[in-house]
């Protein structure tokens, strides 16, 4: 992966080049001092200035060709140990590789700077602002708007419809029923609706209405199944007044028949009631002809049509519903969102167990995540950096530093003078 060239208008560019037109300044200014102060004779003050000009050349020629080596061959020149930087980058970058791992992936102290920094209180402290939370809500909703624009609306419907099948495909129906019918039959329940039933049942026999009813079914039935002997009972009594006291008597009968069931508790109806209901739960458990009866009943409710329109429609009640709260800055889920963490954070403020246990999580996390990634990252880094373009490696480095470099060439030129007189000084007292 090669880097990205230097933009030419790049003023680190401008300040190198700056800085090494004045390195060479000063370079050719020895040069011109050693070579003037020869022509003069090279006596008295100028052998000084020759003394300090030939060292000053000296230094700077020789920090020149040290701080191009780094970079270059210098003259273009195959020197040995030249152009280091270009040579040695698949070392450079496993030894940066090793110092990243080494020194900023080490679990030991990773862990030991979250521990001080204890994660758990610094953010309870920043979810406790209001501006905190409600801009966590907000990112919150915009990141859920673009889920849903992202999302394939078919392939969710096909997602949802299938798992709707699949959970009613698996649900044990029959077995469902039982349990709800068990719980419908605890502690009476199922005496307490019978005993609701009769009551009702009591007071529509009673009433008028339901007797005159009753009283024209006896005899349109009679007149039907028995025409003539009703004609016949016709010219000593009418008919209807029989049927009338006929209806009334069985009202009578069955609501006394009733109260009778309602104030006896083993009255023998209860106990058929009793033995049809166990006997009912008992069969949805272990008949396999019931079962099978449940389970077809529920396979064509799954393959009615109306039930695939409200599965199929089930995704865009929903993915309206959340767009239209989520496109408004009053959202009621980001508001929720909002309370919700203003809660948390109360928690994480006043509660040191919850605390603890965050950090906990936390630290756990922090050292596998570690663990895991020390040899990820540190193999990115190797390779990436044996990956880039040496060209621009270079080019990268020397405007980063070269112009700090330079200084060594100045230092390198006035040090060699310097040196160049305690040299000379040295001469003249040993009596050369």
Same mark, same amino acid.
């Given at each position: 992966?090669?880097?990205? =060239? &230097?933009? *030419?208008?790049?003023?680190?560019?401008?300040?190198?080049?700056?800085?090494?037109? %004045? =390195?060479? !300044?000063?370079?050719?200014?020895?040069?011109?001092?050693?070579?003037?102060?020869?022509?003069?004779?090279?006596?008295? !003050?100028?052998?000084?200035?020759?003394?300090?000009?030939?060292?000053?050349?000296?230094?700077?020629?020789?920090? %020149?060709?040290?701080?191009?080596?780094?970079?270059?061959?210098?003259?273009?020149?195959?020197?040995?140990?030249?152009? @280091? @930087? *270009?040579? &040695?980058?698949?070392?450079?970058?496993?030894?940066?590789?090793?110092?990243?791992?080494?020194?900023?992936?080490? *679990?030991?102290?990773?862990?030991?700077?979250?521990?001080?920094?204890?994660?758990?209180?610094?953010?309870?402290?920043?979810?406790?602002?209001?501006?905190?939370?409600?801009?966590?809500?907000?990112?919150?909703?915009?990141?859920?708007?673009?889920?849903?624009?992202?999302? #394939?609306?078919?392939?969710?419907?096909?997602?949802?419809?299938?798992?709707?099948? !699949?959970?009613?495909?698996?649900?044990?129906?029959?077995?469902?029923?039982?349990?709800?019918?068990?719980?419908?039959?605890? /502690?009476?329940?199922?005496?307490?609706?019978? #005993?609701?039933?009769?009551?009702?049942?009591?007071?529509?026999?009673?009433?008028?209405?339901?007797?005159?009813?009753?009283?024209?079914?006896?005899?349109?039935?009679?007149?039907? /199944?028995?025409?003539?002997? @009703?004609?016949?009972?016709?010219?000593?009594?009418?008919? /209807?007044?029989?049927?009338?006291?006929?209806?009334?008597?069985?009202?009578?009968?069955?609501? +006394?028949?009733?109260?009778?069931?309602?104030?006896?508790?083993?009255?023998?109806?209860?106990?058929?009631?009793?033995?049809?209901?166990?006997?009912?739960?008992?069969?949805?458990?272990? #008949?396999?002809?019931?079962?099978?009866?449940?389970?077809?009943?529920?396979?064509?409710?799954? $393959?009615?049509?109306?039930?695939?329109?409200?599965?199929?429609?089930?995704?865009?009640?929903?993915?309206?519903?959340?767009?239209?709260?989520?496109?408004? +800055?009053?959202? =009621?889920?980001?508001?929720?969102?909002?309370?919700?963490?203003?809660?948390?954070?109360?928690?994480?403020?006043?509660?040191?167990?919850?605390?603890? =246990?965050?950090?906990?999580?936390?630290?756990?996390?922090?050292?596998?995540?570690?663990?895991?990634?020390?040899?990820?990252?540190?193999?990115?880094?190797?390779?990436?950096?044996?990956?880039?373009? /040496?060209?621009?490696?270079?080019?990268?480095? $020397?405007?980063?530093?070269?112009? #700090?470099?330079?200084?060594?060439?100045?230092?390198?030129?006035?040090?060699?003078?310097?040196?160049?007189?305690?040299?000379?000084?040295?001469?003249?007292?040993?009596?050369?």
């Amino acid at each position: 992966m090669p880097l990205p =060239a &230097s933009s *030419p208008d790049d003023p680190r560019r401008a300040q190198l080049r700056r800085m090494k037109g %004045w =390195a060479l !300044a000063l370079l050719l200014a020895m040069l011109s001092g050693f070579v003037f102060s020869h022509y003069m004779g090279n006596r008295g !003050a100028w052998a000084w200035v020759a003394a300090f000009c030939e060292a000053a050349t000296v230094g700077a020629l020789a920090d %020149w060709f040290a701080v191009v080596a780094l970079f270059r061959h210098p003259l273009g020149l195959p020197i040995p140990h030249t152009a @280091i @930087i *270009p040579r &040695s980058k698949r070392r450079i970058g496993d030894s940066l590789a090793a110092f990243v791992r080494d020194h900023f992936l080490q *679990p030991e102290r990773l862990l030991e700077r979250l521990q001080v920094f204890d994660p758990a209180v610094r953010l309870g402290q920043w979810l406790a602002q209001p501006q905190q939370s409600a801009r966590l809500a907000g990112m919150a909703r915009g990141w859920a708007l673009q889920a849903l624009d992202l999302l #394939d609306e078919a392939a969710v419907r096909r997602a949802i419809h299938g798992f709707v099948v !699949a959970r009613l495909q698996a649900w044990n129906v029959a077995a469902s029923a039982g349990e709800v019918l068990q719980l419908l039959t605890r /502690e009476g329940r199922h005496q307490r609706l019978l #005993d609701e039933a009769l009551q009702r049942l009591g007071v529509l026999l009673d009433d008028d209405a339901v007797k005159q009813r009753v009283s024209e079914m006896i005899l349109r039935f009679a007149r039907r /199944e028995w025409p003539r002997l @009703i004609g016949t009972v016709d010219w000593v009594r009418p008919v /209807e007044g029989m049927a009338d006291s006929l209806a009334e008597r069985l009202a009578r009968a069955l609501v +006394e028949e009733l109260q009778q069931v309602l104030a006896q508790p083993g009255h023998p109806i209860r106990q058929d009631y009793e033995a049809w209901v166990a006997g009912y739960l008992q069969r949805l458990r272990e #008949d396999p002809t019931l079962i099978a009866q449940v389970e077809a009943i529920k396979q064509r409710l799954i $393959e009615h049509p109306s039930l695939q329109e409200y599965v199929q429609s089930v995704w865009d009640e929903i993915h309206t519903g959340l767009r239209r709260d989520l496109a408004r +800055e009053d959202s =009621a889920l980001a508001a929720h969102l909002q309370r919700s963490l203003a809660a948390f954070a109360q928690s994480l403020q006043r509660d040191p167990e919850l605390r603890a =246990a965050i950090n906990q999580h936390l630290m756990a996390g922090a050292e596998k995540l570690t663990t895991r990634l020390r040899g990820g990252v540190t193999d990115y880094i190797a390779q990436t950096i044996h990956d880039w373009d /040496e060209r621009h490696l270079v080019e990268q480095l $020397e405007l980063s530093v070269g112009r #700090d470099l330079q200084y060594i060439r100045f230092n390198g030129t006035l040090v060699g003078g310097l040196i160049g007189l305690l040299l000379h000084a040295l001469i003249l007292l040993s009596g050369g």
